[in-house]
């Protein structure tokens, strides 16, 4: 299997959420004055460590479960295990982990999949119903 179909698919995803994510991360408006989700307190650090945590945890289920990644109004469209050969190994940077809001942000993560290069993505992430999925990704080129 070729990098091109994963690419691909992996673009309609970016386009599909894009909106979404827009709208969850900045409720519609634009900020000027700092990062949506930069922690202020002590609290809100634990709570973004949570998140974190939380969704790397959910991401590292892409080998095992990708269904469960895709939101729900994508389900019909988006076949996302068609993009993770049988085999593949996902490394999820817990620490890359840079929120949007309270129910959104971004993980920087690389696949490794048996007879293709490794590809490391910016897997925009929101959640849906209290569990994370998957709304975008962006290839990551060094």
């Known amino acids: 299997m070729k990098r091109a179909p994963l690419v691909i698919l992996l673009v309609i995803v970016v386009f599909l959420g894009s909106g979404a994510t827009w709208y969850f991360a900045f409720g519609g408006k634009a900020t000027l004055d700092g990062a949506a989700g930069s922690p202020t307190s002590t609290a809100s650090v634990s709570a ?67 007879g293709l290069d490794d590809a490391t993505y910016l897997v925009s992430m929101m959640k849906e119903d209290g569990k994370w999925v998957v709304v975008g990704t962006l290839p990551v080129t060094e």
Request: glycine fraction near 2%.
């Open 48 to 114: 973004n460590e949570k998140e974190a945590a939380d969704a790397t945890k959910a991401l590292r289920k892409l080998t095992t479960d990708p269904k469960s990644l895709v939101p729900d109004d994508q389900k019909r469209t988006v076949t996302i295990a068609d993009a993770v050969p049988k085999g593949s190994i996902i490394h999820v940077s817990q620490k890359s982990w840079a929120p949007a809001s309270k129910s959104s942000g971004t993980l920087v993560a690389t696949l490794s999949s048996p």
